[in-house]
Every structure is written in C-alpha cells, then in structure tokens.
C-alpha cells in the first residue's frame, strides 16, 4: 500500500472513529460550536494558531460528519504547519508553480499528503506503475480481439478512434442517439445497484444523462451534473460539442462514472452530511477517486462485456493512471512537458474528451499533486475493496457515510 501508516493502524483508527456512542450521530450542540469555530479559522495566517483553536473539541462527542470535519482539518493544517516549516513564504493553497520550491521531491510528497492522506511517494509511484502495466497488458489482448494487433497502445486507440463505424454523425439525430444510448446504459447500471449497495436513498437512482441546450453546446460549455434531490431528479448533461471525438464505445464508462454507481450516488449522500467547506478543500481527490473506482465496480458486475466497450473502459483508466504518473515525473523527476506528452501518446493515444494533452498538462504543471492524488484515490479504495457481495456492501456504506474523508480515515 501506498500509504505510510501500518494498515492496522489505519483500521484501528477508523474503526475508532466509527464506533461511538449512538448519541454522537445526531447533530449536537457540540457540533455547532466546531462549525463556529472553523468558520472563524482565518483564511491565511499562521496553521498553528489555527489548530490551537480547534485543540478543546472531543471526536467522540460529534456527529459522524462533524468528527470526520473535525480530524480532516486537524491532519490537513498539520501538513501546512509543515510546510510552513520547511518551505518559508510558500502557500500550500495558491501559486505553486510560481515557487521555486513547486519542483521540489519533498514539497511534492507534503502538497500529495496535503489532498489525499499520508503517502509514500516511491511505493505511489510503483502502485501505479503496476497498473499501468496491467492495463496496457489487458488493452493488448482486447485491441488484438478486435484486429488492432500492431503498433503502440495510443497509435491502437488512435485508429479506433477514427473509426467511422463507431462515430455519432454530427447532427442532431447523432447527439440525440449518443444521449439514448447514454440512458439504455444507465438503465442496467441502475438494476445492479443493488447488487453493490444496499442503503442508497432512492433519489440517487432518478438520474438521467441528458443534452445541454445547443447554445450552451456551440459555446463549449462542459458536461455538468444537476444532482438529485427528494423530489427533484439529478442529471448529467454531457458535452457533446464535438461529437465525432466521442465515439459510442467510449461512452459506457462515462455513465457509470458520472451517473451511477459514481457521482451520483457519492455526491447526493455528501450534500446530506453537509461537510464543511475546509473539509472539502483537504480532501478534493476522494471524489473523483469514488468516480474512477464506481467504473471498476460496474465493469466487475459485467457493464464492459462487449469488447468495444471494455477498451472505453481501459482507456479512461490509463487516462488516470498516465496523468497521475506523469504528475510525479514531471515535478519529482524533472520530466518536461514535451516528453510528458510524448508518453501520455504513447500509453492512450487520444486524450480524455474533456481534457486535451496539452490543457491537462499545463494544469499539471500548474498544481503539482493534484492528478496523482485522484489516481492514487481511486487505487487505494479499490486496493481495500472486499470481494464478497456482502462485505462489498458494507464497504460501501461505511466509505461514503459522512461524505468525502481522508483515506486514514475511511
């Protein structure tokens, strides 16, 4: 494992963290002087007069969601009192790139701890390294299933991706069919969730993929989500813009990351605990770490079977792993930008719809540890994931009770 705590360690500590009185689940008095005293924390100033501040509250003595606020900020200005520390005048929240420090192996590690949990950067890097090299091997023998049998796994993909036998015609007819074929998708997605979760509010299942009006299409806007509420049914309205890059086989994952069983089951069950805001800003990589994961759990329950889809599927994940590597080489070895990309071609040939290579790099220059965060996410829950349905269930439950955490603490 990637993460520097012995794993016993770690189940102690959750399982601490859970196992209180059934008082401490309602909201308390308790609860709101710590919502108080965090929306009194100062934006900036020095971490360690803001841990003081938060020194005299008792975990045991919240809610579930208020203790996770509680003990995410504590381990969160800790890593800034650290890097206050060892890197004067740096802010860990603004302006990494702009230091001299942005490129620094150790600075790297503390800004990775910072957005995910404790992590140790070689066996990180060697955690996804070994993904890689399982889903290039996977995508080698399904590309040669479907007569792609020579040349590189990008030059592979990229002929795929031309491939007029799989494109939507660039009409509205086209992009109304992407859309229907969308929500047949989310159909069976929707008539497995309870194979995987067995304490889901039936508002996250009344979720359909849907266009965005042409105007905001013409304009480029992005896909976006509209979440579901009681009484109120959640969307994902998919950016469809230039629909001959999104061929039908790439399509299958974006439901079941987007849809269900991924954002649209997490994101619901968050809004409910309410975290608060710092929360969310110590922990922005477990999100689209549940949303990678949610593609792995739907392809176990048979989503990925023809061989079509099941490249989309690999190849959305050696987007992930191949952002998260690079990530790592480019600010811990110093890669440049140009042969960053060059491997990026190399592993997928296309880049993700959404994020073109030379758009994604920049933000990864940009923000040093933020793409390696959210694929080692995505592999450390699926590295705890049981395999027996019924421990599956409760692993579920328990990973998104109180909404997004740090990884010590699920």
């Not at 601490?16 to 309602?26: E, I, K």
């Not at 929240?93 to 230091?99: E, F, P, S």
């Not at 469809?240 to 069950?269: F, N």
Request: proline residues 7%; charged residues 25%.
């Amino acid at each position: 494992m990637m993460f520097t705590p012995p794993r016993r360690a770690v189940v102690a500590g959750a399982a601490a963290l859970l196992a209180v009185p059934h008082r401490a689940w309602a909201a308390s008095d308790d609860d709101g002087r710590l919502r108080a005293a965090l929306d009194a924390l100062p934006k900036g100033g020095d971490p360690a007069v803001k841990l003081a501040a938060l020194r005299g509250f008792d975990p045991a003595r919240l809610s579930l969601s208020s203790r996770l606020d509680l003990m995410t900020v504590r381990d969160g200005l800790m890593v800034d009192s650290e890097i206050a520390r060892r890197f004067p005048g740096v802010d860990p929240v603004r302006g990494y790139a702009a230091t001299p420090t942005a490129d620094h192996p150790a600075y790297f590690a503390l800004l990775l701890r910072r957005r995910l949990g404790a992590v140790d950067i070689p066996a990180a890097r060697r955690r996804l390294e070994a993904e890689r090299d399982r889903l290039l091997h996977r995508a080698d023998a399904v590309l040669r299933r479907v007569g792609q049998g020579k040349g590189t796994t990008g030059a592979r993909f990229t002929a795929l991706f031309a491939d007029q036998r799989w494109l939507y015609s660039d009409d509205e007819a086209g992009r109304d069919r992407a859309v229907a074929d969308m929500n047949r998708e989310l159909a069976a997605r929707r008539r497995q969730v309870s194979l995987a979760f067995d304490a889901i509010p039936p508002w996250c299942l009344d979720v359909r993929a849907t266009r965005m009006s042409r105007a905001e299409e013409l304009a480029g806007k992005p896909g976006r989500r509209e979440l579901p509420a009681p009484g109120k049914a959640g969307a994902y309205l998919v950016d469809l813009k230039e629909i001959r890059r999104r061929p039908s086989w790439t399509l299958p994952s974006v439901v079941a990351h987007e849809l269900l069983p991924g954002h649209m089951i997490q994101l619901p069950i968050e809004v409910a605990a309410d975290p608060h805001p710092l929360r969310l800003e110590y922990t922005p990589a477990f999100a689209e770490g549940w949303g990678v994961y949610a593609e792995q759990l739907a392809a176990a329950e048979g989503a990925f079977g023809d061989p079509m889809a099941e490249l989309g599927h690999l190849h959305w994940l050696l987007f992930r792993v191949g952002r998260g590597l690079v990530d790592i080489a480019i600010h811990c070895d110093g890669w440049s930008v140009e042969r960053a990309r060059a491997q990026l071609v190399a592993w997928q040939g296309e880049p993700a719809y959404f994020a073109p290579f030379d758009t994604d790099l920049a933000r990864i220059v940009a923000e040093p540890a933020s793409r390696a965060a959210e694929a080692l996410a995505w592999l450390a829950i699926t590295d705890r994931a049981p395999r027996a349905v019924r421990a599956r269930k409760a692993f579920h439950r328990d990973m998104l009770a109180g909404g997004r955490k740090r990884l010590e603490l699920a």
